[in-house]
């Protein structure tokens, strides 16, 4: 239901959008949030989105550097990454909340839906 894209290679200071893709299936108030796991270490929340669009929440590591939109007209929640750092490397993955009401959360359990990932590499 979920199609995570827009990773690669980039150098320090690089920039990438990343787009996750929901499927017809995804209703418009489910929450979206961004996570991503590091080569040996546990998954982590990185960003998320409430159903409007109106509310996000980004984690502190990222903080100014990453921005979450979404567009509903394309089904389509946007990882805009400006800054990157070498710590941001890891695979990427969009989720879906469907349970969320008004708000968003980084609580992993709470996503129900997953896509496959994306793989972003920060390196010089």
């Known amino acids: 239901q979920l199609q995570a894209s827009g990773g690669g290679s980039v150098q320090p200071g690089g920039s990438l959008r990343l787009s996750c893709v929901a499927s017809e299936f995804t209703p418009h108030y489910d929450a979206i949030g961004w996570f991503r796991q590091a080569p040996g270490k546990e998954r982590e929340g990185v960003s998320c989105?409430?159903?409007?669009?109106?509310?996000?929440y980004v984690a502190e590591s990222v903080k100014g550097r990453f921005t979450i939109s979404r567009e509903h007209t394309k089904n389509t929640v946007y990882l805009q990454m400006t800054n990157l750092k070498p710590e941001d490397t890891g695979v990427y993955y969009c989720a879906a909340d469907p349970g969320a009401v008004g708000g968003c959360d980084l609580i992993e359990l709470e996503y129900e839906f997953w896509g496959q990932g994306t793989q972003v590499t920060v390196s010089s």
């Open positions: 989105i409430n159903g409007s669009g109106g509310t996000s």
